[in-house]
Every structure is written in structure tokens, then in C-alpha cells.
């Protein structure tokens, strides 16, 4: 039975991510996209942005929250005025800059004074590993002042970690920079093996099992963890309340070094399980106005150059079949399939289908592992 929020959902996103600019100072490792100096011709202007924001709006009160991503949003040059924009019109914004130069003490106080509240940032290691992933020496560093400045001027501050093979072992490290920087929202983003991610090796189905539990005793330390790519997460929650477990050697290691650096959890286990997943409650918005069911799921739905961004959510067949579960496989026989319902990006990416299995679940069946074209 579908609750209030899923049909909420049929109408209205919970997020909207617009890639502001394909610029970006930086070239990390795992990005689905190429950084470069500068926006490219064919990005919205700032007329069609303000047109966005007003598509937006009329999806009706509350309105969905606009992400403001890039690329590194901060290279807009009109952002600004984008931002107030937004603010009149009632629709609530938050940005996700890369930690650059352009983040300045400055920049934050007239943010701050444009009415921003929530800012993301993206740690995937501490010392070394960040520097290495983020392809920057010193980065982590840059990282942790930026953290201090956003805080100082009262932002929300989310952090976003990126978990594969190189930064897995550092989940405990992380924890315990976060919890000693006082953040509350931990965002852990599952890589999905596209663009120059390719060159990554992703976890396997039972080592995710693992970072998923190890990541549900994390709430116990005062955060509040969401995943993106990983709606399996929510399942792995639900089992937890249950009293059931899936573990292995990595949940152990990783448990076993949280502990040691923090102790034991004080907190109750707190979880995001609104059962969003890529176009259902989140859509986002490229660079050039084309729309797609998440940034890392490259089937384009229209652009809202030429339609509006509220009849292709409602109206787009694929959406209505991921809203409505209709999936292919394991995915589609699974008693959790509403409440995770797989990551499409990755069942897209492995097996050319976005209404497939998510390969890296424990859940999916041999014959869909092996499936892959």
C-alpha cells in the first residue's frame, strides 16, 4: 500500500539537483565528470535559471529543496542573483561547493547573508587518502579549515564521503574527524563505476552489507546517516531493528577501529529511511536543462528548455516504473523493493537497464550478478 509520502512523491520531488556549471578547480579521482576552467557555451543562463527556479516553484508549497551543485557552484557568476531568485519565490536552496580558494571567509559571510543555511562538502579520507582522491596536496586540510569557517557563520553543514576500495578502510578515521568537529549529517555516496570512476573497483555485495551496518552503529554517535546509490542501506536498517544482521570480516574490522577511537555509542540509532531513490523524490537537472533520474543515471527524460521540469517528473513513463517498483529480476521480487528498490544508476550502468537488479546488493540472485552486457 502506498503511504502519503510515495504519493507525494508521484508529484513532487524532495530534491531537485541542478549541476549549476560543468566548472570546477579540482579533478577528483571517482567524479562522473571531467573538471574544467570554465562553464561551458551551452550551460542555462542566468534568465533560464531563473526560468528553472520558477518551474520549481510551481510544483506548489512546500516546494522541493534546490540543490545548487556543479561542477563547483561557487564559479557561477550570477549565483547570487540565482539565490535570490529562489528566495523569493519560496524555494528553499543549499549548496554543494567544491573546497576551493573561492570559499573564502568572505564568501561565506555573503552567503550567509543571502539567506543560505545548508551547505555539503565532501571528505572521502582523512590526511593522505583525501589529498590523493581529491588531487590536491593539502586538501584535507583546506577541507577541515572550510569546515571551521561554514560552521563559525551557523551554516548546516553536511558532509559527503565517497566509499570504494581506496577509502573504505578510512569509514572509522571519518567518523571520528566528523564527531570531533561537532557535524550531525553524514551523507555516504556508494561509487557507481562510470566516467573516470572506471578506474575504481567498487565493494563487493557482502563488503557493502558490512559498510551498511557498520554505518547504521554509526548514528549511534550523534549523526544523522543518509546514502546515496545504496537504498540497500535501508534495508540493512530495517533487519537492524528487526535483530538481524549480515556481517563479515569488514564490519568487524571497521566496528572494532570506531570503537577504539570513540568508544562506545551514546546516542540512539538515528537513520534517514524515506524510501527516495533515483527519480522518486530526487531528479536532477544538468547543466544544459536535460533531466535526469539522478546525476549518475545518463537517460535523458526532456530539458526543460523545452518542457517543464513539473510534467516530466509526473508524466515520464520511466519514473512512473521506478515510483511504482516495476522491476526487473531480483529487484522486482523483492519483499523490500518500494522501500529500497535498488540503485537504478548502477543497475543502469552494469546492466544497461535502469529498471534491472542493483548489483551490489547481497540480496540480488546469481543469475542477475551474472547478467551483466
Partial sequence: ?????????????????????????????????????????DQLTTEEGIDLIDQI????????????????????????????????????????????????????EELRGLGVRSVSISLDGVGAVHDSIRGVDGHFAQTAEAIDRLTRWG??????????????????QIVAFLVSKGIKIWEVFFVIEVGRGVSMLSLSPQENE??????????????????????????????????????????RELITEARRLLGAPV????????????????????????????????VTLGSVREQSLVSIYRDNPLLGDIRGARFHGSCGSCDYRDLCGGSRS??????????????ACLMVDENDQRAVV
Fill in 57 to 108: 516553484a510551481s510544483f506548489g508549497q512546500p516546494s522541493p529543496i534546490l540543490i545548487m551543485t556543479g561542477g563547483d557552484v561557487l564559479m557561477r557568476t550570477d549565483l547570487d542573483e540565482l539565490i535570490v531568485a529562489a528566495k523569493t519565490r519560496g524555494v528553499r536552496v543549499a549548496l554543494a561547493p567544491a573546497v576551493s580558494h573561492l570559499l573564502s571567509e568572505e564568501r561565506a
Fill in 155 to 172: 551554516f548546516t553543514v553536511q558532509i559527503n564521503s565517497t566509499v570504494m576500495v581506496d577509502t573504505v578502510h578510512e569509514l572509522p
Fill in 210 to 251: 558490512d559498510v551498511a551496518n557498520f554505518l547504521y552503529d554509526m548514528s549511534g554517535y550523534g549523526l544523522v546517516v543518509r546514502t546515496v546509490e545504496a537504498p540497500f542501506f535501508r534495508r540493512v536498517v530495517r533487519e537492524r531493528q528487526e535483530g538481524n544482521a549480515t556481517t563479515g570480516p569488514l564490519y
Fill in 267 to 298: 546516542h540512539a540509532n538515528r537513520v534517514a529511511l524515506a524510501s527516495t531513490r533515483d527519480g522518486k523524490g530526487i531528479i536532477f537537472v544538468a547543466h544544459n536543462g536535460d533531466v535526469y533520474p539522478s546525476g549518475f543515471l545518463p
Fill in 1 to 41: 500500500m502506498k503511504t502519503a509520502r510515495d504519493a507525494r512523491y508521484d508529484q513532487t520531488p524532495q530534491l531537485v539537483f541542478w549541476e549549476t556549471t560543468k566548472a570546477c578547480p579540482l579533478a577528483c579521482r571517482h567524479c562522473r565528470a571531467d573538471a574544467i576552467s570554465c562553464g561551458l557555451p
Fill in 346 to 359: 548502477r543497475a543502469f550502468a552494469t546492466f544497461g537497464d535502469p529498471l534491472s537488479s542493483d548489483p
